[in-house]
């Protein structure tokens, strides 16, 4: 089956620690995007990438970081740097068309401090 | 700021009755709005959408009226099932950004008693 795929689903981070979570898709999209949600927030976005080897900046990237090696893959890592990780993190992924914004949303992985 | 805001945090409504679940927007570059349901555990899906050139679009059950005048949309469910429980998101897109890159709004939890 197509889907996304979102690992682990519940991940603890001790101070000072970076940790990654992991976003594959065999949905053969080419952009890929991670969001954050906060209770009482709606989905934030931190990074997105249209293209292999290629991401940007979202509304609130700072302390977190990406890579693009693959089509199919686009790991997050929340780094020390990122003050207040506890949240809920959705990974996306959607096709390339003019007019077409859906998204189709992994899982999710609940990301909580120690 | 919020540009993206659902005012309803929740909503409970008898099965077979109507469900109304309204969205407002402070930003006029805002020309696509989606709605996506979530399920606890479960990433997002997406449900239904319009572009700013409609005023109402249908499916199934499932209706989005927007209002570009008072920068306002609703979903409507008609009859509303069990099965709709579930915390459903409003999201626009600004014309001219990239795709995927969706403001959202900060949910209403939907609750269908049978």
């Known amino acids: 089956d197509g889907g996304i795929t979102q690992s682990p689903k519940y991940l603890f981070r001790k101070e000072g620690q970076n940790v990654t979570l992991s976003c594959e898709q065999n949905?053969?999209?080419?952009?890929m995007y991670w969001y954050r949600q906060d209770p009482g927030q709606g989905l934030r976005l931190i990074y997105y990438s249209q293209i292999v080897n290629d991401f940007q900046k979202g509304d609130i990237a700072e302390g977190y970081s990406v890579s693009r090696e693959k089509k199919e893959s686009f790991p997050l890592t929340v780094t020390s740097a990122q003050k207040n990780p506890t949240a809920f993190y959705l990974c996306?992924?959607?096709?390339?068309?003019?007019?077409?914004?859906?998204?189709?949303f992994g899982s999710g992985t609940q990301l909580s401090v120690l | 700021d919020q540009q993206v805001k659902q005012n309803s945090p929740s909503l409970s409504v008898q099965e077979g009755r109507i469900s109304i679940l309204n969205c407002d927007y402070t930003?006029?570059?805002?020309?696509?709005f989606l709605w996506y349901k979530k399920y606890p555990a479960e990433g997002p899906t997406f449900l239904i959408s319009i572009s700013s050139i409609k005023d109402k679009n249908e499916d199934g059950r499932f209706t989005v009226f927007l209002n570009k005048s008072a920068k306002h949309l609703s979903l409507h469910i008609v009859p509303s099932q069990p099965g709709d429980s579930a915390v459903y998101f409003c999201?626009?897109?600004?014309?001219?950004?990239?795709?995927?890159?969706?403001?959202f709004g900060q949910g209403t939890i939907l609750t269908v008693h049978p």
């Open positions: 996306a992924s959607s096709v390339e068309q003019a007019t077409n914004e859906k998204l189709f």
């Open positions: 930003n006029s570059m805002f020309d696509y």
């Open positions: 999201a626009a897109k600004a014309g001219g950004t990239s795709y995927g890159k969706l403001t």
């Open positions: 949905l053969n999209h080419d952009a």
